[in-house]
């Protein structure tokens, strides 16, 4: 199974998509660990070299929140276009439907996750 097969298959499966997420997540649950280890680390050599740390620190975590982003709406996408499918159809879409909210309410959670980690990196990187 392809890449884009096996994205298709988690965004359908609501259990799938938020471990999928919780996952891809454990950059931001992990950020004041991170910062400290570098602090520490960086104590022995130099200040430059832990500004320049947290610089690549936060590249790494600017990529996970830009991949996550994707992640969600190519989820929404397909949701999306499986609800048109069950409304052609005739079938039930109730379930799909809130799935579909569930899943853009994630969009807002990533706002809060990247404002709470921007904060973070910059009250301890400095």
């Known amino acids: 199974m392809d890449d884009d097969a096996d994205t298709r298959a988690t965004c359908l499966n609501f259990q799938f998509f938020k471990l999928a997420l919780r996952d891809a997540r454990t950059i931001d649950d992990r950020i004041n660990t991170r910062i400290n ?3 520490e680390r960086s104590s022995v050599s130099s200040p430059s070299d832990f500004r320049g ?3 690549s620190l936060k590249q790494e975590l600017e990529a996970s929140e830009q991949s996550r982003q ?3 709406n190519t989820c929404i996408a397909y949701v999306e276009e499986e609800v048109q499918k069950k409304r052609e159809q005739g079938q039930p879409v109730l379930v799909a ?3 579909l909210r569930l899943m853009r ?3 807002n959670v990533e706002q809060i996750l990247r404002d709470k980690s921007m904060r973070t990196f910059s009250d301890k990187c400095r």
Do not use: V
């Open 37 to 39: 280890g570098l602090r």
């Open 105 to 107: 309410s994630e969009l």
């Open 70 to 72: 994707t992640f969600i």
């Open 97 to 99: 439907e809130t799935e």
């Open 53 to 55: 740390k947290c610089q």
